[in-house]
């Protein structure tokens, strides 16, 4: 894997261009300063999804329409019926914008909720975790992002590293100008009722980057499971192409 040198000192995108987004001298070193170093991604094998495993199914209290009768929060339901991995993007998904760049969001798969920086209500599938993925850690560079983290992060002792590295850091405007990185597809790479890993595929000036992000199901929605270093992503690595991935398209 090679990397990237960029004169400017920093390469803006909402992906890693925040010092805080990864915690670790390591890290900040090489995705701030150097900018992109190709890192071993974390892999392993797809686990069976809920259409083939029985213990991992709806459980049968689940509401009209697929949506899970458990601990969601007041005025959250989603239809929960599709487990299978996804191999297309959702249908009926559009772009909305918090900071610079736009996230994608689906009326069915969520965020279905919006309370500032908090956007929350996501169905309890695997589309679902991957909505979570991009619009949680989109928020991560911006004012407010304490509320993200404290109400969208695993509480562990890796949420704590990170918090404790994110607020060295200075916030990003919201209005900064938009930098050159678009989020172009995503895999998810393993799920089961109680966890998933999603990975995401960005390109930033004609090259192609990819990253997994981790989440666990807890008090009704998804939640991001960082790595013992407190960073969300597993690290960054330039790959050759878009294949392996779903497309979000345009």
Known sequence: MGKRSDSSGEWEKPFWQQRGWIISAGF???????AVVAFAM???ESEPSAQNNPTSRPSPSATEGGS??????????TDD???????????DMRWKSYGTHPVPVSAKYGPTKFSGNVWSCYSHTPVGAVMAVHAITDKLPY????????QQF?????????????????????????????YVGFSVLTYSQEQATVQLL????????STSVSLKWMTGDWKIDPQPSGSPYSGFAETSGTEGFVLWGK
């Open 81 to 91: 019926s599709d487990q299978e991995k996804p191999t297309k993007a959702p249908a």
């Open 154 to 182: 695993v509480p562990s002792d890796a949420r704590d590293s990170y918090v404790e590295g994110r607020a060295k850091d200075k916030d990003r405007a919201r209005n900064a100008a938009q930098g050159g990185g678009v």
């Open 42 to 44: 974390r892999g392993g």
């Open 143 to 150: 004012p407010g992002w304490r509320d993200v983290v404290a």
């Open 68 to 77: 899970q009768a458990d601990d969601r929060p007041a005025g959250c339901k």
């Open 28 to 34: 900040l070193a090489a995705v701030v300063v150097l």
């Open 202 to 209: 960005t390109k930033v000036e004609g090259r192609y980057f």
